[in-house]
């Protein structure tokens, strides 16, 4: 068995295993290798690994010191395959980051201000997206006792808010990469009016009127068959062409670009009621990513987001999210001439200590059952 | 945060993290609080904890060397609640037993005898039953490299031979508690030929045969919607009355007695095709303890296994059970004049460290939501 320096860390709703960089270079294994073994993939339970069988739990925050002058922590994201024995770097997770700057503080990497915040700023190089993050650090020390909820989590927890800086175009070059606020997109079961924005994840949103649902329509409880995904999947693929993310609907990735239905807001307070869908099926709250879509989506004139919610506050603000877990708060404010956009989210410790790596992959394909050396066993004995 | 050492292992098909009794002492708190606190409970995903949202992923083990001279490590199972603030001590776990004897040796409470071959005297003390553990120690080291496949889990593990010695009885006080092999029982449904058997764990057997199918069946096949699953658990909880283990059906504990569907056996070299039942649905492979009783009532004649599986090898002899997860193979030997039953399951070391406890749990229960928080903070910035 090989030990390798690991902490598990809440991040917002999901859980991650949180490694510094040189400790995951293991000689002979690729990362993807180490990662895949560790986590027990690929298996759909993931019984023999750290890993926990769902999206949410299957997650690897990878972090260094930066040599950026203006970055303090490098932080890699990936999400390690279950079933398949794949692990894919191409996008960010919103809750993950929110482990980076306790983690970067933890490690003696960032100094806790005694004036009773600290800033850390986390580059993500997955998306090239920095994301500056804000900790209490009353009189120097970092203050991770619970006092924050957030929808999806029981209890309380200790907050970190993260911006998200300049998040605009990252994936495409510009917030609107059609050149329109709203588009009549044209999909297999028919033509349906879509905003395409692309700002912390490129998403394609829906109002609940294009489906055919009256304007006031809660979208937690439109139904979510397999006809209806199929649907607003198609969509999503088409959304993925018109936006130049993929040459045909058929190469469209599954996780990009996501798709949002709007509609109207039952939670007191809640300005936008939104079901996401995360990997053909309905998101249990919203990824952070896909908040900062609708937040500046909301911002722009036209789209079926600002159409909806009306003129906001300048010369920034945030939105309250109607999500299916419960209410869920961006910000949006101005830093200079570029947007930070981003939202509070709660961040744990679970556990910390090493992970364990089987010495040889060679011994991991399997070559004969049990039986055989219980019978052996059994005449031995 | 209060950091608790903790060791995750998998022992067979289950994920168990592994305590040393004395570390769950925390002033002020019970240990259900402080098992609830570490696993995250009560949350269905246990988002905030170290469970991992499944029963086979939500136990621990907690263990200590032993006062008795007889015995090297008492064993305390814990079946921490998911949903429910509840843990549930009043089972075993056979698959988590696993760990036990290389955990004692790992931490030095055993030493490895260079002979060959370590053993370990574990006792369950849930079920007070012995477990004698045999894990190969060649030239006094613990050879925990991958080399023995089990079904249900990918790849290669590290093997440990586990018997129940004397299991018969130790919930009823008797292999049979009703005094017969074969018994003719009334359930809601109607009346079904079952065998009633208590080793290992209560196990109420009932062959396809007495479900309407015709003898060469594979129990894995047939028919487990809702109305088949409550015509058996309606079989199960007669069975719990006759055993003695509860007063009413209404009362049988949901886990006790566990129920058997055996058939025809469709891998190779299978002596019994076997379908479990676990708290109400199927299980996917079968449970150890399950297991043991199956092998002592395959011995038993005139019991609905024996009738099936014939005349066993003498004076001792396991059987090869066909699950859904693929072959098991049970072994039954004599030590003096006790019964041994067991089997040879698999384990590993997935992690080791401490697990953090949130220090007050006085700020669990949510008090306010997020989006007042950002408020204030987004006013006071």
């Given at each position: 068995m090989i030990a390798i320096p690991a902490t598990w860390m809440r991040g917002g709703t999901s859980k991650c295993w949180v490694f510094?960089?040189?400790?995951?270079?293991?000689?002979?294994?690729t990362v993807d290798e180490v990662l895949l073994g560790l986590y027990g993939s690929?298996?759909?339970?993931?019984?023999?690994?750290?890993?926990?069988?769902?999206s949410t739990t299957s997650k690897a925050v990878i972090l260094s010191p930066s040599?950026?002058?203006?970055?303090?922590v490098d932080y890699t994201f990936a999400q390690v395959g279950i079933d398949e024995a794949v692990v894919d770097w191409g996008s960010n997770c919103g809750n993950c980051s929110a482990v980076v700057a306790a983690f970067a503080v933890y490690s003696g990497w960032v100094e806790p201000d005694p004036s009773g915040e600290t800033t850390v700023r986390v580059l993500n190089t997955n998306t090239d997206q920095v994301i500056v993050q804000h900790l209490p650090t009353p009189?120097?020390?970092?203050?991770?006792t619970p006092s924050v909820a957030i929808p999806g989590v029981p209890g309380l927890g200790a907050p970190v808010r993260m911006g998200f800086v300049?998040?605009?175009?990252?994936?495409?070059?510009?917030?609107l990469p059609t050149g329109r606020a709203t588009d009549e997109l044209a999909a297999p079961a028919g033509t349906y009016a879509v905003s395409m924005v692309d700002a912390g994840a490129p998403v394609v949103v829906v109002d609940v009127t294009a489906l055919g649902?009256?304007?006031?329509?809660?979208?937690?409880?439109?139904d979510l068959g397999a006809q209806t995904l199929a649907t607003l999947d198609g969509i999503r693929r088409a959304g993925a062409v018109a936006m130049g993310l993929a040459p045909s609907p058929e190469a469209?990735?599954?996780?990009?670009p996501k798709l949002a239905v709007v509609g109207a807001p039952t939670?007191?307070?809640?300005?936008l009621g939104i079901q996401m869908l995360s990997m053909g099926t309905p998101h249990p709250a919203v990824p952070i990513t896909g908040s900062v879509a609708l937040t500046l989506a909301a911002r722009t004139p036209g789209t079926v987001v600002s159409d909806r919610v009306g003129a906001l506050p300048e010369p920034a603000g945030g939105l309250r999210l109607d999500t299916p877990a419960g209410l869920v708060e961006t910000f949006a404010e101005r830093d200079g001439d570029v947007d930070v956009v981003g939202a509070v989210r709660t961040y744990r410790r679970l556990a910390e200590g090493v992970a364990y790596l089987s010495a040889?992959?060679?011994?991991?394909?399997?070559?004969?059952?049990?039986t055989d050396d219980v019978d052996t066993e059994a005449r031995d004995a």
């Open positions: 510094r960089r040189d400790d995951l270079d293991v000689p002979g294994r690929p298996d759909a339970r993931q019984v023999d690994g750290v890993g926990g069988g769902t040599d950026r002058p203006d970055i303090d009189g120097g020390r970092l203050l991770d300049d998040p605009a175009g990252r994936s495409t070059g510009t917030l649902y009256p304007a006031d329509q809660d979208p937690h409880s439109i469209a990735a599954r996780a990009v939670a007191e307070g809640g300005q040889d992959p060679a011994d991991t394909p399997p070559s004969h059952h049990v």
